[in-house]
């Protein structure tokens, strides 16, 4: 997914919820969701392994809900 996919599925969810789809909804989480999160933590290894991340700002951000 790129980003500007991202960011408008957001925007509908929040701000047009009434008319949102929750089979649509649901395909998203079930198949986009894991890709997702694999993408995330890809990139956030590899900002590990390079000490492109301060690893303190990484365990804190994990933490935050």
């Known amino acids: 997914m790129e980003i500007v996919k991202i960011k408008g599925f957001r925007n509908i969810i929040v701000h ?3 008319n949102v789809d929750s089979d649509i909804v649901f395909e998203i989480i ?6 997702l ?12 392994k390079n ?4 690893i303190a700002e990484f365990n ?6």
């Open 51 to 54: 000490n492109t991340y301060d």
């Open 30 to 35: 079930k198949i986009e969701l894991p890709i």
């Open 16 to 18: 047009e919820y009434i």
């Open 37 to 48: 999160k694999e993408q995330i933590s890809y990139i956030i290894n590899i900002g590990l």
């Open 60 to 65: 804190v951000a994990r933490v935050v809900k």
